[in-house]
């Protein structure tokens, strides 16, 4: 009878051990409330953001467009100081690319 206690004890320690693992492996991943949360919150943040991100790149085109004006408004001094003349439509667009020609016209109109 000596012999099974020590058994019995040495077997319930095993069950005691393989139950406490299986229970601390069930508590490692995320629960479905978790991961929703998780998801709400990346949500809010996308719909903060996107509108922001949208309204910079309409700056940015601006801006864009500006610089060109700018750059236009250059070439159009610097043809009228070497030729001694104002510059036509036609010398101008020679002078410049059409997509910057149709930039400058824009911002002139």
């Known amino acids: 009878m000596i012999k099974k206690w020590p058994m019995e004890l040495q077997l ?4 005691t051990r393989k139950l406490m693992h299986l229970k601390k492996k069930a508590r490692e991943g995320f629960t479905l409330i978790e991961m929703m ?3 709400l919150i990346i ?4 719909l903060l953001f996107i509108p922001n991100l949208s309204k910079q790149k ?3 085109s601006v801006q ?12 159009i001094e610097i043809y009228e100081i070497n030729h ?3 510059i ?3 010398e101008l667009q020679k002078l410049v690319t059409s997509e ?7 911002y002139q109109d």
Do not use: H, R
Not at 12 to 15: F, G, L, R, Y
Not at 101 to 106: A, F, G
């Open 12 to 15: 319930k320690e095993t069950m």
């Open 58 to 60: 309409d700056n940015v």
């Open 84 to 86: 001694n003349k104002k």
């Open 37 to 39: 949360i998780v998801l």
């Open 100 to 106: 910057q020609y149709n930039i400058y016209k824009k």
């Open 43 to 46: 949500s809010i943040l996308v």
């Open 64 to 75: 864009g467009d500006e610089a060109v004006v700018k750059v236009v408004e250059s070439q």
């Open 88 to 90: 036509t439509d036609n």
